[in-house]
């Protein structure tokens, strides 16, 4: 086999250098360290025709002078139904426990090319018996939904429970991948899966906290490659669950710091944009399947205009804000129903009493807001009694949208609750229009 061989020349973090000489390399290809076969790099570029720019994707220190050698391939990883059930790193090797694979094919990592792409999207919704999300961000298939909060806000548990809920029903496939957050909390969530009787049908991708930014920026790619498969091959429909995309973009800000690019607005990477394009494109849906997306994404200092919030909310249909001062009230779900919106509200997809209902619930919530003030001031009893029908409906939808979480039972010992969607919209149409 033809080796080709390069000989390191400077470190900066992840980011290694090394000058090779003959065929150059491509970008992708992986490298090995000569008297290290497991320790990898991968090419992310050429400098100055003789320079290979590669990422340390071993947590091994390496330094000047190494020799570092390819065969020339890319990154393989499994794939098919051999998968389902398994928990991997980005690197496709399986990390919940020893059992060798059986049943998969190996395939190369890579974006997605879009040949393929459907031109009408489906417009089929998925109940997630969640009433908020049901109502005002409806999970449609293909399309790709948000969860957006600061820290601690819940959109693990609402991740999660959208998981329970909607992967018990169907015949799709599960994908989680999760992308700079606590290992425990996967732990924890595979655990509810194999409770749920879900795990057969999922599948884990895993770059977490502990891993290097190298690892948490490829696992979303890695996992979307498999996704594609599936959807491709296995021709099904895949249900994509990812926590979080801030951590992704942040993880690419830390390898673009060490590669030296001067940083652009916020603070953030020159290439945010791209970066999240690419990975939003490597979700897509083609005329084999459908991958339906859920992202969580963290707000830092809960500052809805940080940049990366930004770019993110424009590549999603639907985006549930959850906030700390609706949780500070004790409402679970924190959603902020004023903040949460969806491009899919419209009679085609969601059907024409929905469609007309979510105008006049957020009329009622908005004069809420403003009568809230004079409230404060006179009482609720000073109203005029149509301020006041419209004060005591609003209180009724806010109640009605609080509701529990069956993936919460173990720990508050209250039953979750899954309502189905056309008892929410009667029941909405009850305290809206209702005598
Ligand atoms: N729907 C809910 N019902 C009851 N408790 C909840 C709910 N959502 C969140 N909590 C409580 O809030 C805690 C934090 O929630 P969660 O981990 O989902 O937040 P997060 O937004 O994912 O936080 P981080 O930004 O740290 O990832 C949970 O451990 C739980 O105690
Ligand atoms: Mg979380």
Known sequence: MNHTQAKVVSVNGLIVRAEFEGGQPSVGQIFFLKDDEPTKFQVIGIENSDILVTLNLSELNIKQGDLIVSTGETLQLPAGDGV???????????????????????????????????????????ETGIKSIDFFAPFVKGRKIGII????????????????????????ITMFVGIGERIREAYELRNTLADAKILQNTIMYLGQMNDSAALRHMVGRSAATVARYMRDNSKKDVLMFVDNVYRFLQAGNELSTMLDAASSEGGYQPTLFTDLSRFEQNLSSSKYGAIT?????????????????????????????????????????????????????????????????????????????????????????????????????????????????????K?????????KRQDMLNEIDHIVNGV
């Open 84 to 126: 389902l059930g398994r928990v991997f790193n980005s690197f496709g090797q399986t990390i919940d426990s020893d059992e060798p694979l059986k049943n998969v094919s190996y395939i190369p990592v890579e974006d997605d090319n879009n040949t393929q792409l459907k031109t009408n999207p489906d417009t089929t919704i998925i």
């Open 149 to 172: 909060g600061g820290a601690g806000v819940g959109k693990t548990v609402l991740t999660t429970e959208l998981m329970h809920n909607v992967a018990s029903q169907g015949k799709e």
């Open 293 to 409: 997306s859920v992202q969580t994404i963290f707000v830092p200092a809960d500052d809805m205009s940080d940049p990366a919030v930004v770019e993110v909310n424009k590549q999603l249909d639907s985006i549930i804000v959850l906030s700390r001062s609706v949780m500070e009230q004790g409402i679970m779900p924190a959603v902020d129903l004023l903040a949460t919106n969806s491009s899919l509200l419209i009679p085609e997809i969601v059907g024409k009493q929905h469609a007309s209902l979510v105008p006049q619930v957020q009329a009622i919530l908005q004069k809420y807001i403003s009568l809230q003030g004079i409230v404060a001031i006179i009482g609720q009893a000073e109203l005029s009694l149509v301020d006041q029908n419209y004060y005591r409906r609003a209180q009724e939808l806010i109640n009605y949208f609080k509701q529990s979480m069956s993936v919460m039972e």
């Open 411 to 419: 720990r508050t010992g209250i039953a979750g609750e899954f309502v």
